[in-house]
Nanobody, 115 residues
């Protein structure tokens, strides 16, 4: 499985961004996709995940502001980020979990939120 993330950029606080992650390869084996982020000097943390069945999970810090969605026909997962805050600044990584717990990561995409 290969993951290609896009959509990062520089925005001001309160603005929105949408990240996309397109999966290719053995996409039939994917059971869950999601987004993680890593801020400078911090550990990578979960942002949101979505299962094949549409079940979602969010970090408390983004609940009500971020929405994860998935287009199974396009093998693409999206992260709509609204009301962005400076503390959302991080490199965002796309993640896919496949059969037998195989885990895949995309390249990071930088999101910078200025105050």
């Amino acid at each position: 499985v290969q993951l290609q993330a896009s959509g990062g950029g520089l925005v001001q606080a309160g603005e929105s961004l949408r990240l996309s992650c397109a999966a290719s390869g053995s996409t039939f084996s994917i059971t869950r996709m999601g987004w993680y982020r890593q801020a400078p000097g911090k550990q990578r943390e979960l942002v949101a995940t979505i299962t094949n069945g549409g079940g979602t999970n969010y970090a408390d810090s983004v609940k009500g502001r971020f929405t994860i969605s998935r287009d199974n026909a396009k093998n693409t997962v999206y992260l709509q980020m609204n009301s962005l805050k400076p503390e959302d600044t991080a490199v965002y990584y796309c993640n896919a979990v496949a059969l037998y717990a195989n885990t895949y990561w995309g390249q990071g995409t930088l999101v910078t939120v200025s105050s």
